[in-house]
């Protein structure tokens, strides 16, 4: 299984990129996607993830209202479209997939998802 993320960039605070993840290999059926990202000097932090089966979705508390995860199942890629970025936005961002339909409350647990692709810097400036 591989994940190839892309769609990272530098922006000026107040504006949008969108974030992609291809997934290829193996086609999951109901799988967890999410993203995860770490800035520099910082642990790894979860952002959102969405389970494919229900579209059931969650948000870090710190992005609620400004990035939207979603998919396209013909496509098998999971999408992270953020606005209204800060520069405590910049960080790598991974995606992570999950073959499994994790429950909510395991949706921010890193270690859930045993697939990552290889991260995509995203730089916001002040």
């Known amino acids: 299984v591989q994940l190839q993320a892309s769609g990272g960039g530098l922006v000026q605070a107040g504006g949008s990129l969108r974030l992609s993840c291809a997934v290829s290999?193996?086609?999951?059926?109901?799988?967890?996607m999410g993203w995860f990202r770490q800035a520099p000097g910082k642990e790894r932090e979860f952002v959102p993830a969405?389970?494919?089966?229900?579209?059931?979705?969650r948000y870090a508390n710190s992005v609620k209202g400004r990035f939207t995860i979603s998919r396209d199942r013909a496509k098998n890629t999971v999408y992270l479209q953020m606005n209204s970025l800060k520069p405590e936005d910049t960080a790598v961002y991974y995606c992570?997939?999950?073959?499994?339909?994790?429950?909510?409350?395991?949706?921010?647990?890193?270690?859930?998802?045993?697939?990552w692709g290889q991260g995509t810097l995203v730089t916001v400036s002040s």
């Open positions: 969405m389970r494919w089966g229900d579209s059931n979705t």
């Open positions: 290999g193996h086609i999951f059926s109901s799988p967890t």
């Open positions: 992570a997939a999950s073959e499994n339909n994790l429950i909510v409350s395991a949706f921010g647990q890193a270690q859930m998802y045993p697939y």
